[in-house]
Structure formats: C-alpha cells, structure tokens
C-alpha cells in the first residue's frame, strides 16, 4: 500500500506524559501536513513542511508541540506534557509541491488523555 | 481557525433523493476542495474548483463556486446508504482550511 501510514492509530496517556505520532506519507510527495481534529469539528491546520523545512506553525500551536522531518521524508509530532485538551484525532497529509492541490489523508492517530 | 462554514450541519435523507450542502468562506480563494470523512477515518478527496471555475462535475457529484459571494454548494445526486459521511469545504492558500463540516446521513 502505497498511501499515506500514521502510527500508532490510537494512544491512551496519562496526563503529563509525552507521546509522539509518526507519519510516512505518499513516496514521492513533497509537502507533508498536520491537522488536528475534534469530535464534531473540522481539521484543524497545526503545521506544514516543504521537504524537511517547517514552513508554517499555527499559532494555535503550543511550545509542548513540536514536529519534525530530520530527512524529507516521515514526520514525528510529539507532544509533551499532554493535557486533556490535547485529546483529538491527528491527521496526516501529503501532496505534491504545487500547493496545495489535493491532499491525501492518512487514517489519524487519535490520541486520549486520561 | 477555520476559514468555511458548511450549511447545513447535519442532513438526513432517504436513499435515492438528493443531497445539497452550502459552504461560505472568508478570503480570496486560488481552489476550494470538498472531501469526505467516514466516521473515526481519514479525509477522502471529492473534488477540486478553480477560482475561475463556476461548476465542475465528477460522476455524481456537482460543485458550484460563486467568488462573489463567497459561497459553494456540493451535490450528491441519487444518494445512497454509502453516502452517509462527513462533507468538508476546504479552500487554500499554501496550506488547506477546512470548514466545519455537514454530517450526512442517508437512509436505506
């Protein structure tokens, strides 16, 4: 399968620890994206990378949330310190560099904070 | 923040009728995208409009774009218990804003 992967596909953590979501997008594709979504919301943007460079953060952003793309290719999102606020679906996405066109969703790594 | 808004919120309707769902923006658009969401999945991509496009059409579905208004419509024609969904407008600049969505159900 050569679509977009996240992992793990669901985490329950307490509050205070840490968790970190991978996402292997589609091969060939340039741009990688995060969303975060609620119940009953829509995707909401929290990041995007052009290549291995983070080109934009939301500034809904908290410092507790970081993601990276050390070679261009999967991205991590960890977070620290996790609050019950941050209990959402984490989406993945990738598209080609002529953004953004259409993007290719993963299946989401739902996160619960207990 | 999200930039649309979907009208209705929720839908429900019988096998075979149409679906209608509305989406108004804020800003200046380049595309605005639909996709649909199965519950607890992944976005699917629907649909792409040009800002210079007034309608586009894919199988069963029919997208509007009126920039002077600020507004899109997604109709599903002939609908059927498959369809049932979550429908999002998403309009771009580099990244995708998405609305909030109408969550629709189809009935046998």
């Known amino acids: 399968d050569t679509g977009v992967s996240q992992n793990p596909r669901h985490k329950i953590t307490k509050r205070g620890q840490n968790v970190t979501f991978r996402c292997d997008p589609i091969?060939?594709?340039?741009?990688l994206y995060w969303y975060r979504q609620t119940l009953g919301q829509g995707p909401e943007f929290l990041t995007y990378?052009?290549?291995?460079?983070?080109?934009?953060k939301s500034r809904l952003l908290s410092d507790r949330f970081s993601a990276e793309r050390p070679k261009g290719s999967f991205s991590t999102l960890e977070i620290q310190r996790t609050e019950q606020g941050d209990s959402a679906m984490y989406l993945c996405?990738?598209?080609?560099?002529?953004?953004?066109?259409?993007?290719?969703f993963g299946e989401g790594s739902r996160l619960t904070v207990l | 923040s999200q930039q649309g808004e979907e009208d209705p919120q929720a839908l429900s309707i019988q096998e075979g009728e149409n679906a209608t769902m509305n989406c108004s923006y804020k800003?200046?658009?380049?595309?605005l995208q639909w996709y649909r969401q199965n519950s607890g999945r992944g976005l699917v991509h629907l649909i792409l409009i040009r800002s210079n496009e007034r309608e586009k059409h894919s199988g069963r579905l029919r997208v509007t774009l009126d920039t002077s208004k600020k507004s899109s419509s997604l109709l599903i024609t002939a609908s059927r218990a498959a369809d049932t969904a979550s429908y999002f407008c998403a309009t771009d600049a580099d990244k995708l804003i998405f609305g909030t969505g109408t969550r629709l159900q189809v009935f046998p």
């Open positions: 091969s060939e594709h340039n741009r």
């Open positions: 800003t200046s658009i380049n595309n």
């Open positions: 996405a990738s598209s080609h560099y002529s953004g953004p066109g259409e993007l290719f």
């Open positions: 990378f052009q290549n291995e460079a983070q080109l934009e």
